[in-house]
């Protein structure tokens, strides 16, 4: 079972910054893309970033130039530094594992459990 362990979320001014973590073992790390997925109250869960296993990304419209997304290959660990958060960022943000097809399109496998982020007006 792919075991996805987020960390770094938190209560956090507007214009500030975050930086999400999640750790998996290293056999699901080294195998598959990566991405960030978030979810809002009343709202879809969307996409945020995704990086594939040689490090290309991308973006949701709503966070680029804001947000980015990198993966430590030697620590097993996917980043999501948050950069001028907005109360729209207000999210549970959720650690993904997954494939990216030859299109560039991420699609999820494995879920961690979620980490909130709140941005305060």
């Known amino acids: 079972q792919v075991q996805l362990v987020e960390s770094g979320g938190g209560l956090v001014q507007a214009g500030g910054s975050l930086r999400l973590s999640c750790t998996s073992s290293?056999?699901?790390?080294?195998?598959?893309?990566m991405g960030w997925y978030r979810q809002a109250p009343g709202k879809q869960r969307e996409l945020v970033a995704a990086?594939?296993?040689?490090?290309?990304?991308n973006y949701a419209d709503s966070v680029k130039g804001r947000f980015t997304i990198s993966r430590d290959n030697a620590k097993n660990t996917v980043y999501l530094q948050m950069n001028s958060l907005k109360p729209d960022d207000t999210a549970v943000y959720y650690c993904?594992?997954?494939?990216?097809?030859?299109?560039?399109?991420?699609?999820?496998?494995?879920w961690g459990q979620g980490t909130q982020v709140t941005v305060s007006s």
């Open positions: 993904t594992a997954g494939t990216t097809d030859s299109s560039g399109t991420y699609r999820s496998r494995a």
């Open positions: 290293g056999t699901i790390f080294s195998a598959n893309s």
């Open positions: 990086v594939t296993t040689r490090g290309s990304t």
